[in-house]
């Protein structure tokens, strides 16, 4: 069994959705990291959070550590929102980090 | 300010050809990774090195070797490719000591096809 579970793995959305995307752990962590790959590949990170709930424009994350549950949502979906996104925690102290497999988001006009 | 770079973003070699993949980030981060990923799996970590001068194995070294002479550069070298070794990898970098952040910094990835 992975240690990052996703899902869904694939995600079609129509303009203007509202969408969600979920993460689960079976280990302790100190973050977990959320992560967007377009379709160009290249990484860039999202949020960082260990508890509680972030927010970035129309990103939210948030994370129930009793549950070992995090989920990224988007608001007011865009095309240009279409990536894949990697859920990724940081296992006890240490600064590596056990991925998901990701979830391809495709966002239609 | 770059950020981390890759070189090459491309290139095939022949089963049994060796290579060197090099990174270089301009951030001062004292750890640096390597990662490979392959359709259907998640990022996996190759090596990894906390700081200049070390270095340690993560889930999938077989196969390479890594040196890292200076904080800022690091490099991933296959001794003798093979086509399971056809991937992309990406390098990263992450400073702990930034507000106990772990956040990474990922360069652009290099396509690789052993044939």
């Known amino acids: 069994k992975n240690e990052v579970e996703q899902s869904p793995q694939n995600l079609t959305a129509q303009e203007g959705e509202f969408i969600t995307i979920n993460c689960s752990y079976s280990?302790?962590?100190?973050?977990l990291h959320w992560l967007q790959q377009h379709p160009g590949g290249g990484i860039v990170s999202l949020f960082m959070l260990s508890s509680g709930k972030k927010k970035h424009g129309r990103l939210i994350a948030t994370i129930n550590i009793q549950e070992k549950h995090s989920s990224l949502h988007i608001t007011a979906s865009h095309p240009r929102d279409s990536a894949v996104y990697i859920c990724?925690?940081?296992?006890?102290?240490?600064?590596?980090?056990?991925f998901g497999k990701g979830t391809k988001l495709t966002v239609n006009p | 300010n770059a950020g981390v770079t890759q070189t090459p973003k491309f290139q095939v070699l022949k089963t049994g050809q060796s290579m060197t993949l090099q990174c270089a980030q301009d951030?001062?981060?004292?750890?640096m990774y390597w990662y490979r990923q392959d359709p259907g799996m998640g990022l996996r970590l190759i090596y990894y090195s906390a700081s200049e001068g070390t270095t340690d194995k993560g889930e999938v070294p077989n196969g390479y070797n890594v040196s890292r002479l200076n904080k800022r550069e690091f490099s991933l070298r296959l001794e003798s490719a093979a086509p399971s070794q056809t991937s992309v990898y990406f390098c990263a970098s992450s400073d702990r000591s930034l507000a106990a952040s772990y956040e990474q910094y990922f360069g652009p990835g290099t396509r690789l096809t052993v044939t």
């Open positions: 951030m001062n981060h004292n750890s």
């Open positions: 280990v302790g962590i100190s973050a």
């Open positions: 990724a925690v940081s296992v006890g102290g240490s600064e590596k980090l056990v």
